[in-house]
């Protein structure tokens, strides 16, 4: 059970899990300051560390910047604030005072920690909450704030949390860049002196960057090392900021939101953030990875221990040609290939023909589908598939029947240009009346069509991101978008419950803890290449599960790269996932289609271990090397090896991959070759896995316990 403890004579905090603890206090001048994240303390261990903080150097470096367990704007502060607060009056400077405490169980297996802190003058509550798991070393942190006043205030920033790495020589940034088509690309790097900052400006948590980080001392490796991680549950715009100073202290604080917004509190209203949440582990990138794995499964995803369909997706067969026949015939050749859930792409509704009309016209096309989609699902489900649909609730096309009733619906400001990315607007989801629309038009289809599940896509960024009939109420639109977005899909799901979803931005554009606790699965990348996807998905992979990361096979040579792969390659890389097929199967050989077969089946077979099992990367992505990824079974008793090599040269040592997480007294069988391994020689010297010669070599070792 997790324990929080209390030392009322030191004002000391003491947050403990399974492995590691978190202290706090509350110091002389009233605010939180952080003592420890790391390895275990007793409550008294951590009083050792509740000395007085060391004067400043000299009269010029005011407070350290590091240390607060939510830095302010205010007195002899110089580092990045997490809170800032401008007043009726205009005062900014915030001073705190406690206000009291709370510990208590919100759910069994967890418990819950609240410190309660006021303004010494000005009707602001500031409440610091803090949640540990029995089962997880992950600690979840989110803040409160409420006007107690009678007038408005304004939050010009309100992160969730700032946490405080302990003293190093030295600090190493880890986190994901990107672009559309090419997201997750993992970046290691020196953490500079002075700030460096993460954010998405675009209202989404963007292809371009993650709301997590990774830190270390630089001597971090997959196996070995103390890191420090946190991610944000959040799928709009964010903000980290991360801060090395020249006394060797590092931290970082996150929240909702990027610089410049200005969110006002009226009377009584309150403003809560979303969760920050924090990971301290030993055991280098794979053991942070694997925590961060864990705990998504066990305390973010809503079906958990849910098994992944196995799916077909038809936009790269047909486009936006889509009609009945069409889809039926390509339904019957993903059934025999094994596929358990079918789901048609854009192209289905309205007048839409191209990305420049229909967005928002959400009734099945009449010429398309002359008696509606319920033909066509009842032959997906006769076939004994389960049926999906793409959807984008967020778009509207300008040439559209609600664009043209409702053109004031769209994000905008007044005397601005409308700009079109993708001939799209964003519908302002801020807007009760359009989040309302939105939730009616998809509940009523999902339930007259007995749909299983949605694709849902967002596939442009935020542009003039304006309310005018709200004038000074601009700055709310991100935080009650990404609310209401929340909330239409709560309900949603409350209406449907059997509903499974896929979140979906122009491919990997959201995906966050946010959106994860009320989806299913994430679209990865718009990019199938299965060469580029080696490194999207071992980026993916740093925070979360492979249960999350859908992954196609589709045709060679590639629409976005023209590189043409086997299909035995493509397959082994989209088993690493939530496996899929998005080829055009009218155009498949009864060779590719019967080789497909199999593969589907292998895939099958092992798929218990990819998306409940747990993950160790032996190698990562090399030009020259094997890559590979390892699944094993919590019970030790199977193990997955997914190798993949784009091309040998010539002379290149042959290094065995050394495998981990098997049972050290076992021997293990390969289902395919008979031949048995010992898990000592396994683990302490590595195998060397049998790849086809030349280009494009890949292999699946499917090993398992031998009684």
């Not at 009083?47 to 903080?53: R, S, V, W």
């Not at 001597?219 to 991610?231: C, F, K, L, P, R």
């Not at 599960?545 to 397959?571: E, I, K, Y």
Request: charge should be negative.
């Amino acid at each position: 059970m997790p324990v929080i403890s209390y030392a009322p004579d030191a004002g000391v905090w003491l947050l403990s899990t399974p492995r590691t603890s978190y202290a706090l206090r509350t110091d002389t001048t009233g605010a939180p300051c952080h003592l420890a994240w790391g390895p275990r303390l007793t409550l008294e261990e951590a009083q050792e560390l509740a000395a007085p903080q060391a004067p400043p150097a000299s009269s010029f470096e005011g407070r350290s910047p590091v240390g607060e367990e939510l830095p302010v704007d205010g007195g002899a502060r110089y580092g990045t604030p997490s809170l800032q607060v401008r007043f009726a009056d205009g005062t900014r400077a915030f001073e705190w005072q406690p206000a009291g405490h709370r510990v208590h169980e919100p759910a069994p297996g967890c418990q819950e920690l609240a410190l309660e802190f006021s303004d010494r003058h000005y009707p602001l509550t500031v409440t610091l909450h803090y949640r540990v798991h029995a089962d997880s070393d992950v600690i979840e942190r989110w803040t409160r704030l409420r006007n107690t006043g009678n007038d408005p205030l304004v939050l010009l920033r309100a992160d969730s949390a700032a946490w405080t790495l302990p003293s190093r020589e030295d600090y190493r940034l880890s986190h994901v860049t990107g672009q559309w088509s090419a997201e997750s690309q993992l970046r290691r790097e020196q953490l500079p002196f002075g700030e460096t900052v993460l954010t998405s400006r675009r209202g989404i948590t963007s292809h371009h960057a993650n709301p997590w980080v990774m830190l270390d001392a630089g001597d971090a490796t997959e196996e070995h090392g103390q890191v420090w991680s946190a991610a944000l549950a959040w799928s709009g715009g964010w903000r980290v900021t991360v801060q090395r100073t020249p006394d060797g202290r590092a931290c970082f604080t996150g929240g909702a939101g990027h610089d410049g917004a200005s969110l006002t509190l009226g009377p009584g209203e309150q403003f809560l953030t979303p969760v920050h949440a924090g990971l301290h582990s030993e055991g280098g990138f794979g053991a942070a990875s694997r925590a961060w794995h864990a705990y998504t499964l066990a305390h973010v995803l809503p079906h958990p221990d849910e098994t992944q369909p196995v799916l077909y997706n038809s936009w790269e067969a047909t486009g936006f040609d889509v009609d009945e026949a069409g889809q039926k015939a390509l339904a019957a050749r993903a059934a025999k290939l094994g596929v358990e859930l079918y789901v048609m792409d854009d192209g289905w509704f309205g007048g839409r023909r191209s990305e420049r009309a229909g967005l928002g016209d959400w009734t099945a096309s009449r010429d398309r589908f002359p008696e509606g989609l319920s033909p066509l699902v009842a032959e997906v489900h006769r076939l004994g598939m389960r049926f999906g649909l793409w959807v984008e609730p967020e778009m509207v096309n300008p040439d559209s029947d609600l664009y043209r009733e409702q053109p004031d619906w769209v994000l905008h400001f007044p005397h601005r240009t409308r700009t079109e990315l993708r001939s799209q607007l964003v519908l302002n989801f801020a807007r009760r009346d359009v989040a309302e629309w939105a939730y009616g038009w998809l509940t009523r289809l999902v339930g007259e069509h007995g749909i299983d599940f949605l694709k849902w896509d967002m596939n442009r960024a935020f542009s003039e991101a304006g309310w005018p009939e709200r004038h000074g109420d601009a700055d709310q639109v991100g935080t009650a978008y990404v609310r209401n977005l929340y909330e239409v899909i709560d309900r949603l799901r409350a209406d449907h419950p059997a509903l499974r979803i896929e979140t979906c931005s122009g491919g990997g554009g959201r995906v966050d803890l946010g959106i994860l606790s009320r989806t299913d699965q994430a679209w990865t990348s718009d990019n199938t290449d299965a060469s580029d996807r080696v490194a999207i998905q071992h980026g993916y992979s740093q925070i979360y599960p492979a249960r999350t990361m859908a992954a196609w096979v589709t045709d060679v040579p590639n629409q976005l790269t023209g590189r043409s792969v086997p299909l035995r390659f493509r397959f082994h890389v989209a088993m690493a996932g939530v496996l899929g097929i998005g080829g055009d199967l009218t155009r498949w050989s009864d060779a590719e289609l019967a080789e497909g077969a199999e593969l589907v089946a292998e895939y099958k077979r092992v798929r218990p271990l990819v998306q409940h099992g747990v993950m160790h990367r032996p190698r990562g992505p090399v030009d020259d090397g094997p890559a590979a990824v390892q699944y094993t079974s919590p019970d030790r008793s199977e193990a997955l090896l997914l190798v993949w090599q784009r091309g040998p040269r010539h002379g290149s040592p042959r290094t065995p991959l050394r495998l981990a997480g098997l049972d050290p007294r076992a021997r293990y069988r390969d289902t395919r070759t008979g031949t048995v391994h010992s898990a000592n020689v396994l683990t302490g010297y590595g195998i060397l896995p049998e790849l086809p010669p030349g280009d494009w070599a890949s292999t699946a070792v499917h090993l398992i316990r031998v009684p």
